[in-house]
Nanobody
Framework: QVQLVESGGGLVQPGGSLRLSCVASGLDLDYYAVTWFRQAPGKEREGVSC?????????YADSVKGRFTISRDFNAKNTVYLQMNNLKPDDTAVYYCAAGRGPLTVCPKVVHTPPERESYDAWGQGTQVTVSS
């Protein structure tokens, strides 16, 4: 069974940091891209960051570039992290990870033009990130 499980969200003050985790089971991430999306109340889902395949190529939304870092654990190979530093109130949202193949591994494209939800093979349940003083 293909499954993604996110964790690591929470409440943090502006300027603080969080690390989100996305653990995949039932699939080999060397053949997938994992994309982090977020959705704030009343707003559309937006792409945040993506890491693709065995080469681990990455892409970021302009709004998070220089503050967020996506990575895969070399030991726990089916875990993807999103390190979020210098968090801002505008980063408040539910964060989701999703795994996809084929055209969904073109990270710059999927981050800037999020595909339809049903295009992906698996989605996590989401984790809330709240940035507030």
């Amino acid at each position: 069974q293909v499954q993604l499980v996110e964790s690591g969200g929470g409440l943090v003050q502006p300027g603080g940091s969080l690390r989100l985790s996305c653990v995949a089971s039932g699939l080999d991430l060397d053949y997938y891209a994992v994309t982090w999306f977020r959705q704030a109340p009343g707003k559309e889902r937006e792409g945040v960051s993506c890491i693709a395949g065995a080469l681990r190529s990455t892409s970021y939304a302009d709004s998070v570039k220089g503050r967020f870092t996506i990575s895969r654990d070399f030991n726990a190979k089916n875990t993807v992290y999103l390190q979020m530093n210098n968090l801002k109130p505008d980063d408040t949202a539910v964060y989701y990870c999703a795994a996809g193949r084929g055209p969904l591994t073109v990270c710059p494209k999927v981050v800037h033009t999020p595909p339809e939800r049903e295009s992906y093979d698996a989605w996590g349940q989401g984790t809330q990130v709240t940035v507030s003083s």
